[in-house]
Nanobody, 119 residues
Framework: QVQLVESGGGLVQPGGSLRLSCAAS????????MGWYRQAPGKQRELVAT???????NYADSVKGRFTISRDNAKNTVYLQMLNLKPEDTAVYLC?????????????WGQGTQVTVSS
């Protein structure tokens, strides 16, 4: 059984910073892509940032220059450093991985962590 545990969300003022973490545990052979998505109330889930097993990264235009995604393959963990947060960044942030498990390749989601940007 594979589990994704997210942490680091919370309430922050506009202009503030947060760092999200997502650790995958269980019978994982390897992890291909890792990423973060977010979903605000009444809106569709949207991609925030992704990082494949290589060094390239991909960001939504709305977060470029403010957010940085990184991963620690030894710890099966992905991070999202968020700077200069804006009220429109308020959402539930969900971790997403594509992992090689015993039974094959699976797409897995975390439970989500709330990020609220408000004064």
């Amino acid at each position: 059984q594979v589990q994704l545990v997210e942490s680091g969300g919370g309430l922050v003022q506009p202009g503030g910073s947060l760092r999200l973490s997502c650790a995958a545990s269980g019978s994982i052979f390897s992890i291909n892509a890792m990423g973060w998505y977010r979903q605000a109330p009444g809106k569709q889930r949207e991609l925030v940032a992704t990082i494949p097993r290589g060094s390239s990264t991909n960001y939504a235009d709305s977060v470029k220059g403010r957010f940085t995604i990184s991963r620690d393959n030894a710890k099966n963990t992905v991070y999202l450093q968020m700077l200069n947060l804006k009220p429109e960044d308020t959402a539930v942030y969900l971790c997403h991985i594509i992992a090689n498990l015993r039974a094959g390749i699976y797409e897995l989601w975390g439970q989500g962590t709330q990020v609220t940007v408000s004064s």
